[in-house]
């Protein structure tokens, strides 16, 4: 993909209103994945954050020097679920089950996968934790819009969506809904943080 194609496409998946829903067909695409399971706030998210921003490492590394001064520094990115979709909407956060993601280049294959796993395992001083992988991901026809503000205030955005644009519009949700962090949390103010909430659709089934 030419760089000018790769602007245009992150343009449309990243850069979008946060005052309205927008749709996009999210393609085929490759992504360092993890999985998980409760609040993110305690447990093993932290670790396994840690250890999947370590594998990617090496592979961002290449990217630098393959793309020089048009390297765009991939976001990190969690699929997020429950067994009773209300428990995500009204977060309930002990139910909640996840997928850590982050983009991967499209020159990416196994073997390269496997070699920074290698790397990051040096470094890090023990073993790739269960399930972490190179996971080509494909969401179709999805909603989306940019909150601007804490995660912690979603929850608003999360009900006007699954209770009033979804059936307004005769969609469903069809797959795993999906925030995308654009930035570094550590260095942007909470009131300043750009989140894209997506959710994968379908037309209402009736």
Request: zero cysteines; hydrophobic letters at 35%.
């Amino acid at each position: 993909m030419a760089f000018e194609e790769l602007k245009a496409q992150l343009k449309e998946l990243y850069l979008l209103p946060s005052d309205k829903f927008s749709s996009v067909t999210v393609p085929r695409l490759p992504f360092a994945m993890l999985d998980g399971a409760g609040d993110p706030q305690k447990g093993d998210y932290e670790a396994k954050l840690k250890w999947i921003f370590a594998a990617i490492q090496p592979i961002r590394r290449d990217g630098k020097k393959r793309m020089g001064k048009d390297f765009i520094e991939p976001p990190l990115e969690t699929l997020w679920w429950a067994d009773d979709i209300n428990d995500l909407i009204e977060g309930n956060r002990d139910k909640f089950k996840w997928s850590l993601m982050i983009p991967m280049p499209s020159w990416i294959d196994q073997q390269q996968f496997e070699s920074a796993l290698k790397e990051a395992s040096e470094k890090l001083k023990s073993s790739p934790p269960e399930g972490l992988r190179l996971e080509w991901f494909e969401e179709g026809l999805a909603v989306q819009i940019m909150h601007i503000g804490p995660n912690e205030e979603v929850r608003p955005t999360l009900d006007q969506l699954y209770h009033e644009y979804l059936p307004e519009n005769g969609l469903e949700a069809h797959g795993h809904y999906h925030e995308i962090y654009l930035g570094d949390p550590r260095r942007i103010a909470p009131e300043k943080r750009k989140t894209v909430i997506r959710q994968p659709v379908r037309a209402l089934m009736r």
